[in-house]
């Protein structure tokens, strides 16, 4: 059989077709690739990619933090627990871990909190604006009276005639604000100072308070015979030769960051202890009841809480003290205010700063102090302090009531009400603020219209 060779032509078509159908085959190949890539949805690997949980310790400012860029106030003692467990809780029984979006994840840093929003710049703003307008309030007045200043506080605590006693103990009182804001509470406070030291003597060191309009607020006081004074601070003086000297001079050079917590606030902080440095005896707050006497109390400050595991205190607060002239645990309170002032922080100038200072200086040789309980001067903390406003709804109640009564009049020294917290509060009938009110009245058969208090700046 004779094979006839293949004609060339038809090799030569056959070949091109081929190639022709394999490039058609690979450009529908190519176009099916990237098709896939533009429409194709790419799902992670959970596994992998998952958020970690969140943990329980949230991103916060240590209590010591002294940059002003912070800014904070006191928080309520739940929502850190309260948004860790919010987050936790949408990942119980599901194997996809879930981060609430309203919650930021604990393990990422956050950036700095810019001060460009127009809110912030508003309110701080406003509170710059207000605390210069103290500062300026503060100096211009003591500067009138500076000469006067330390000649009449010892013309005070002297004895200068046969009708006036001595001081048996010294208080000191500051009020930074104005005469419309003095109100019955703070009225009752001072009573209460002279019904347990009927010889003792009162310094308010205050602007306002030392005025015609003033002094018309106290005469009562003094018409019953009980030695008490309101005097103009001169800051200089108080601060001479401790380090608030030079935190003042810069203050008022404008050096000083004031931040958005009320100057008078910190200023009062600082007052307080020049107060006892330079003097000696006890500070008393404006919303503070005074108990029993404190004649044998000495160098001492009291605890607001204490841990409840190892008994130790875990708070201090600085609305009593009592201690000697220069006494170097104060210094080391004045010191504290000059080198770590923060105006931005609630507290962080009062009763965290005799919180850092005594857990530093507690134990170590010269700091001859005490450290009360809280029974004595904080019987009852700031997030309960409601309860002693009420009276009694039931039976249940009514002896509730009647045991702490008793309790806070046999074991506590004084009675700090939280004037933060509870200045709103009407004192309910039955309620142990009034019958300790009644305890420790000087004119307990007046009204209201009648403490004089309506006089205005």
Not at 230 to 245: G, Q, S, V
Not at 352 to 364: A, E, F, H, K, M
Not at 424 to 435: D, H, Q, T
Request: aromatic share 10%; charged share 20%.
């Amino acid at each position: 059989m004779t094979h006839n060779p293949p004609n060339l032509t038809t090799l030569t078509s056959t070949n091109k077709r081929s190639l022709f159908v394999l490039l058609s085959l690979l450009f529908l190949f190519l176009l099916s690739f990237n098709g896939a890539s533009i429409f194709s949805v790419k799902i992670p690997s959970l596994a992998v990619n998952s958020p970690a949980k969140p943990s329980r310790n949230l991103i916060s400012v240590q209590e010591d933090t002294t940059s002003d860029d912070v800014v904070s106030s006191p928080p309520p003692p739940t929502p850190t627990t309260t948004a860790a467990s919010a987050a936790a809780s949408a990942t119980a029984g599901d194997s996809t871990n879930f981060v609430n979006p309203n919650y930021p994840n604990p393990n990422t840093f956050l950036p700095l909190l810019r001060k460009s929003h127009s809110f912030e710049i508003e309110s701080e703003n406003l509170s710059a604006n207000r605390n210069k307008k103290l500062l300026k309030l503060l100096i211009g007045y003591s500067g009138r009276r500076r000469n006067n200043f330390p000649a009449r506080v010892k013309q005070f605590f002297t004895k200068n005639n046969e009708t006036t006693s001595s001081c048996h103990i010294r208080f000191f009182m500051t009020w930074i604000s104005s005469l419309t804001s003095f109100n019955e509470r703070a009225f009752h406070s001072i009573e209460s100072i002279f019904k347990s030291h009927p010889n003792g003597c009162l310094l308010i060191a205050s602007n306002s308070l030392d005025s015609i309009k003033g002094r018309q607020i106290l005469q009562p006081f003094v018409e019953k015979g009980f030695r008490v004074t309101a005097i103009a601070p001169d800051f200089n003086f108080l601060c001479k030769k401790t380090m608030a000297e030079t935190w003042f001079t810069r203050l008022v050079r404008g050096h000083i960051r004031t931040g958005i917590i009320p100057l008078g606030q910190n200023i009062s902080n600082l007052l307080r202890l020049c107060l006892l440095y330079k003097y000696g005896g006890v500070y008393v707050d404006f919303d503070v009841v005074i108990l029993k006497s404190f004649s044998e109390l000495k160098n001492s400050i009291g605890a607001q809480s204490v841990d409840q595991g190892s008994k130790n205190w875990s708070r201090l607060n600085n609305a009593v003290m009592v201690f000697d002239k220069m006494h170097p645990l104060v210094y080391k309170f004045i010191e504290e205010f000059a080198l770590t002032f923060n105006g931005n922080k609630w507290g962080h100038n009062g009763p965290y700063l005799v919180s850092r200072v005594v857990s530093r200086v507690q134990g170590r040789p010269g700091y001859n102090f005490t450290v009360m309980p809280p029974m004595a001067f904080y019987p009852m903390n700031w997030d309960r302090v409601r309860v002693l406003f009420r009276g009694a709804k039931n039976e249940s109640d009514a002896r509730w009531l009647k045991v702490k009564y008793e309790q806070i009049r046999n074991q506590s020294y004084a009675l700090h009400l939280w004037n933060k917290e509870s200045r709103g509060l009407e004192i309910e009938e039955g309620s142990i603020v009034r019958k300790i009110l009644l305890d420790h009245c000087v004119f307990c058969n007046i009204s209201s219209t009648d403490y004089n208090l309506t006089t205005s700046d």
